[in-house]
Nanobody, 115 residues
């Protein structure tokens, strides 16, 4: 079993920055993909960014140039640096780990962007 614990959400003004962190523990295979999803009220959950254990990254178009995903394979952590935040980035952000056919989720952390 894998546990994911997120941290770093909060309240920020438009144009500000936040850094989300996620730590994974448990039985983790070395080949995996970690990422961040988000869900805003009344909307579907959507992929924000992902990174493989080999370091390949992908981003949703709406965060390209603003968000950066990184990971530390030795510590089983993944971070999301979010810059130039917009009100439409307001959502609950979830950490995700996929390995083979299994997927694991964190409990979510709230990000609110408002003036």
């Amino acid at each position: 079993q894998v546990q994911l614990v997120e941290s770093g959400g909060g309240l920020v003004q438009p144009g500000g920055s936040l850094r989300l962190s996620c730590a994974a523990s448990g039985t983790i295979f070395s080949t995996n993909t970690m990422g961040w999803y988000r869900q805003a009220p009344g909307k579907q959950c959507e992929l924000v960014a992902g990174i493989t254990s080999g370091g390949s990254r992908n981003y949703a178009d709406f965060v390209k140039g603003r968000f950066t995903i990184s990971r530390d394979n030795a510590k089983n952590t993944v971070d999301l640096q979010m810059n130039s935040l917009k009100p439409e980035d307001t959502a609950v952000y979830y950490c995700n780990l996929r390995s083979g056919v299994r997927a694991y989720w964190g409990q979510g952390t709230q990000v609110t962007v408002t003036s």
